[in-house]
């Protein structure tokens, strides 16, 4: 997917970084990183000393981790209600089924699959090879780890963390704050 957009990272540390790389695999120039808490630094500034004008003619990439889950949401939240432009990225070598909806700030990387029918919701992220079979539903703020997989019609609520190789059953409906460590299935299926 490639764009003309320009965009800051929220974020400065390991996980945006990877944001800023796929960022510019996917044609976006990225202006910098935004931490309130880091030291001052080339390239990295605060939120608040950004012109709120900006949000129009760029996007925030989200760079926070799933390590915080509610404050990665508040961050989200707080970008959004400032007018800030929240692009999704896919990876050029992503495969996103054209009956998918990915919706805004979804971070989509390399090998990785939303396919036909299949629904992100806002500011998701799906690692290398993470799988969201068909029909399936991911609620806002979910992060997959590397190989996850949601099978076909499963629902996966908000603010969840699928580990690396977790799997997901067919049809099942997982709440909110969901999280499967690595290697683990959920094989229970909704009636």
Request: charged content about 15%.
């Amino acid at each position: 997917m490639k764009t003309s957009l320009r965009a800051y990272v929220y974020g400065s540390r390991d996980y945006a970084q990877t944001v800023a790389r796929l960022a510019a695999e996917c044609g976006v120039e990225v202006l910098g990183f935004v931490d309130d808490f880091a030291p001052p630094q080339a390239g990295v500034f605060r939120f608040d000393d950004l012109n709120p004008q900006a949000g129009g003619e760029c996007g925030m990439l989200i760079g926070v981790g799933y390590n915080d889950l509610p404050g990665r949401w508040a961050l989200w939240q707080r970008v959004r209600q400032a007018g800030w432009r929240t692009p999704s990225l896919v990876h050029p070598h992503a495969h996103v089924a054209p009956t998918a909806q990915l919706a805004e700030g979804c971070v989509v990387m390399s090998h990785a699959i939303v396919d036909h029918g299949a629904q992100l919701g806002q500011a998701c992220v799906l690692w290398p090879q993470a799988n969201v079979s068909h029909d399936a539903h991911v609620g806002d703020n979910c992060f997959l780890s590397p190989q996850a997989l949601l099978c076909g019609h499963a629902r996966l609520g908000s603010h969840s963390f699928l580990g690396a190789a977790s799997v997901v059953v067919d049809r099942a409906c997982l709440p909110e704050g969901t999280r499967l460590k690595m290697g683990q299935a959920h094989t229970r299926r909704n009636p």
